[in-house]
């Protein structure tokens, strides 16, 4: 059994930065795809990147594409994402997911088996 617990969120004025991290336990997070998504208060989860298990491919919601940057250290069982150039329509609970899968990364989040609590971002000025 995965279990994941997110770290990272804050509230940060537009522009800003923050780093996302997901820690993994109770097994090895190498065999996993990892994603990112997010949910937006009265708005459904969204997907806003993934990783293969070794590090690729990796994919990036259009909306993130160019401030956001996934990756994945398999000996620290943690994935990061990079969050750069924050926007007020980037706030909402992130989740990191993990999916049992050989290659590739989804983005459809039903395709996950593994999911932490989230953790809030908050881009307000």
């Known amino acids: 059994q995965l279990q994941l617990v997110e770290s990272g969120g804050g509230l940060v004025q537009p522009g800003e930065s923050l780093r996302l991290s997901c820690v993994g336990s109770?097994?090895?997070?190498?065999?996993?795809?990892i994603g990112w998504f997010r949910q937006a208060p009265g708005k459904e989860r969204e997907g806003v990147s993934c990783i293969g298990r070794t590090g690729a491919p990796i994919t990036y919601a259009d909306s993130v594409k160019g401030r956001f940057s996934i990756s994945r250290d398999n000996a620290k069982k943690t994935v990061y994402l990079q969050m750069n150039s924050l926007k007020p329509e980037d706030t909402g609970v992130y989740f990191c997911a993990a999916e049992l899968r050989n290659y590739g990364c989804a983005s459809d989040s039903s395709k996950y088996d593994y999911w932490g609590q989230g953790t809030q971002v908050t881009v307000s000025s």
């Open positions: 109770g097994n090895t997070l190498d065999s996993y795809s």
